[in-house]
């Protein structure tokens, strides 16, 4: 019995012990009985959490081959298989029905025995294949030669074992993190044999392409399905992952008027320092002030409330202010996440209401997140749900915030009870969609869509569709690799494959511990970079006095103007960038194979990228540099600032602040609005 | 069918399903179909080495516990089960043979599918039960609450991940350590419910005490046998376990004459040092030198030649000069590993003769040992064996050595070949023995055992018959925990368990590296606790200029006359314990459990041992303290320095240097050797 389907995408072949999937004429998923490519099992996980990180361990008992195969029902698109562990005639434990979906190869699973709790995939790799995706990855791009947990959470700090930082951020606080650690992890990676891969799952995952000749994907659930699709290009590819996902609608036209100012300390000094960027020739579209519901000092550096409404002691007249401030063109922004501190009147609303999520006494579980503890507004409660909804719509959206930082979503503890009976082990993963979704509807029902822009750093399969706008999380202000400004391109390309093409960073980067303080060289660098994002915003910091501002002096400030000036003199090309995004989900910083996939120079490349189609950025990511290296792929380049042309190949260019490595293609339709950057 | 066994020790219960095996009435395996507690696998390891220090890392592919048993034969003292892992009728994969051997429950185990090569066994626990052994353990006396990779090796540099010598080790060498790693370990525990079990394997193993109710016992292939054996009490179960792996001889008598001086820098230099102890009122027993077959020096320190004879360029005279100082009554002693430098004459010979472990592609294997390169003498090759025994014989003992360090043995690079084709994964841990084992017989053919003395730091099961003597190996020259003084106490206890009931450790420790360098405070505490060890030796250290020595200063000087005469003093009482070890294998430096298993309180305690059964030491193992707080078991006992009587209980007690926490039983035999102590 030999079964065969076969169309210009996917060919599956069957017969009674045998399964095979090709893509493109490559075969992709392969079984025997003596080279079986699932594996069930059984596992016990340890988890600890310390503020956002986790340290998980597992101890898998059982591992067992699917070895036995049986072809139970055969039709045009359909194809149903039954998996058994001991012999061809033993109890099914595991059922697969492979189908086509409007060119998707949908592989749905159905687990017959519900003491399974570990599931393996392999999928067949080539050595030179290269993977990418899984989320947003901050260390590595190409995610070949490594394993990726996939589980959301703090970052760390430092990100690499190898530096001092991380082992001080380890030893204090378990927090130094490592290369894969990540607020948006997504169990879907992108293959250049062009296809991609996503496992429906929402539990813990570990994807490995360490080996030659097998990827191996692991989930702590058997997963609902997986779904392969492919592309004929790199660029249909990611229309067709965007499609699965969701695309992010288009930013308000406000957001390209210039910086968006991360500054904090109540009315009168915004104002202040509104008022000096402006007087300076800053270009400010916004004010961006996360201590509009007020602050506290803990050890980590300045904190914020976590009662999310206006506080006017904080900010006096905040309410009429925000009205002359949008009459000058200058919207504000405020922060907001979906934890509530003890200390707040909507802490005891929510209690009293039963809108936590619980311990397992029964009473509101309290999150330590430095020194005070908050509730976790349980999601799964449609209630709670609304309520918060509606106190983002009241103490947000109506209060006047054009937009905010919707922080977190990584947390949720994976022993609290939520209240539609959910293991939060297997929804942990899922949180940040939820909180992207309580966001994302708050602003559509208000019709505000379009006008109000919210940014997360948490993330995870399923919120692109929610979210209106990525921000890379808490970088080092250092130029660290795996956690300073060089870590941010990485970030924003493997968002871009993952379905995320709206990315930005905090100019300056944020977290100042165990003695990191940024200078001034690198907020300008990072400012630098900045200009070439739809999303120009700067933050403070934790410790705003540790670090350089943008009114530092007036060296600075000038250096702001001219950036800013450049930022808006690129905003008509953007816009077409974000709308691109919106339309197909083409990313707006876009690895270099997307246009030049024929270059086998650029799949490796992970420190520059392409702004649209025809900007290519390499930004400065080290100190002391007066030159950069840059490849260039074959084509017709001219520099942005000098005017001269470059034609494809590896060249060392100058890059003093304020020039960053750009280029742009010759012919470029936008060829006019670049050559004019260079008289500004 | 049911089939049931019994003695006064272990008792058997086996029916179609079940197996069940019990000791003293509680049983410690348990066999079910739904809780069987045998797995078996198949995985692939990744090895890295870096000087000693390996990196290993696990993927087991499949883990499949046994469900099926079928029992085939019952005898009197005999019972043969078969175990598959589909169901009851199918091929069997593991036989197991169940035999009484002379009180010694013997497991063996048959393994009929050859690609397994993972293996894992439970043993039944309680809560409270307490875990010993697993060979010399620096970091943990009691196992219990965590696992142990069981893989000789570099013990690491810091061995504890939240010290800064550790992480600098880490990241510049891939050599700090962790709390598990040892030059000797060994797949034997002792469980507090006087039984020990013993896992006949050579592969990695790990053994997991992590869980309340089993221990969890993994090894890289399938063992030979597991012995389990019990005793009345832990006197009579140690004196077992040497029984099992063999006894050391007793110490020869000239090493409770004095210190063992450990100096370098040629034939005058230490004759000088030697002249300058004497007329300081030191008790010397022996110079030990290193450096009598030359010298190198590099960025690690001062190390060694490595061609293992007389170097007469570095130590004129050194023949004639041996003999001068045996008159006098001065040993000398000197120093081998089982490497040869490929800079010497030795290294030359061994090549052409072919005694050379081998490199994939057939030539000499050599590793390197920091900034120089070594071969591997192969130990499965017979003529290699003896030829080295023979240089041993020649150059070492018929030059007049009366002992030496017989260092490393940990280093069998796991990727060498081997001329009796064993695969060096599975021969790895056995290198300790057949080093010990050449030592032994160099020393025994040559009718000089109890003359002869040889000193080593690695160590693996069996070995225990072969080494004269173990050191602690190299611990850093400061005060850490895991690391410095107080390692070598849970080091000798857990040793003295596993059936090598003979320790010392470096007077002082050995490394200095990244900033560590060895005070004066660091080496005379040493000197005092190591007055209660049969052994007394100082190291220079990989620096000496970075470490205080014992020729410091008068001070220093003067407290090593008065303590090695403190220690000649004991020689009588500590010659009857080394005697007791040799004849019944009861360790020299015990648990205060051995004597006290009434007291609930001595079960956890590792920083204080019974030196013999009449004298407990608790060594002042941190900085700046001139008290220190003692656990005495219920007894009447004498402060050694004061002459005042304590009862059991918690004490803090006067401990300035000179005068470490000992105390001596009233009634003790010896009493009047331990009150003149006080008038020396």
Redesign the interface.
Known sequence: MTYTTHDMEFSIQASEDKLSISWNGESIIEHTKSNPFL?I?FGKETVNMYRGNFEIKDY??????LRFIRINELEDNKLVAAFS???EN?LPILYMTIRKDSGRLVIELENKDTTINRFWIRIKASKEEKIYGCGEQMSYFNLRGRNFPLWTSEPGVGRD??T?VT?LA??KDKAGGDYYNTNYPQPTYVSSKKYYAHVEATAYADFNFKNEDYHELHTWEVPKEIVLEGARDYLQLVEKISAKFGRQPELPDWVYEGVILGVQGGTEVVDQKLIKALESGVKVSALWCQDWQGKRITSFGKRLMWNWKWNPDEYPDLDVKIKEWKEKGIRFMGYINPYLAVEGDLFKEAENNGYFALNEEGNTYLVDFGEFYCGVIDFTNSEAFEWYKGVIKEHLIEFGLDGWMADFGEYLPTDLYLSNGEPAMQKHNQWPVLWAQANYEAVKETGKLGEVVFFMRAGYAGFQKYCTLLWGGDQSVDFSLHDGLASVIPAALSSGMSGMGLHHSDIGGYTSLHGTKRNKELLLRWLDMGVFTPFLRTHEGNRPYDCVQFDEDEETLAHFARMTTVFTHLAPYAKTLVAENAKSGTPVQRPLFLHYEQDPNVYDIQYQYLYGKDVLVAPVHEEHQNTWEVYLPKDEWIHLWSGEEYSGGTYIVNAPIGEPPVFFRKNSEWKELFHQVRSL
Do not use: I, M
């Open positions: 594996y099992g898998v008992e059982e591992r067992t081959p562990t001991y012999n033993s074992k190898s001092y082992w380890d030893v």
